[in-house]
């Protein structure tokens, strides 16, 4: 059976929900996420927006832009959501959808030389640049 982009998206948009245990329909974009967002001045979405672009089941978008790595999981968001849907889990979601398509935001070999650091240093600064 052949799939269209929009249904393929669908079910992308049915993988963050269960990744994340949020239901992304309850949002009714009042915006509260976004304007209390400290990271919103460097986002290309805001969280509002991110939770729209689901919602319509357009996720490339979103999965191409650096707005889910800008998310500093900081809670404010949820706090806020009159919903109370927690989208700091959402974006956590979707970088984890990100990094199983083998995506990779920084390649440290270029960084640093890898045998002047201990492996452990590298493996903890690994999961703290790409979580």
Known sequence: MLFTFKEKD???????????????????????CSSGCPAAGEMEYLPNQVMMYLQEGDIKPILG?????ICVSCYECASRCPQGIDISRIMEALRSIRLRENYDRLKIEEKVRLEDY?????????????A
């Open 10 to 32: 669908v079910k992308t948009k049915e993988k963050v929900e269960s990744i994340s245990g949020e239901n992304i329909d309850k949002c009714y974009q009042c915006g509260c």
């Open 65 to 69: 832009s650096r707005t889910i790595w």
């Open 118 to 130: 201990p492996t452990i240093a590298l493996v903890a600064t690994m999961r703290k640049l790409t």
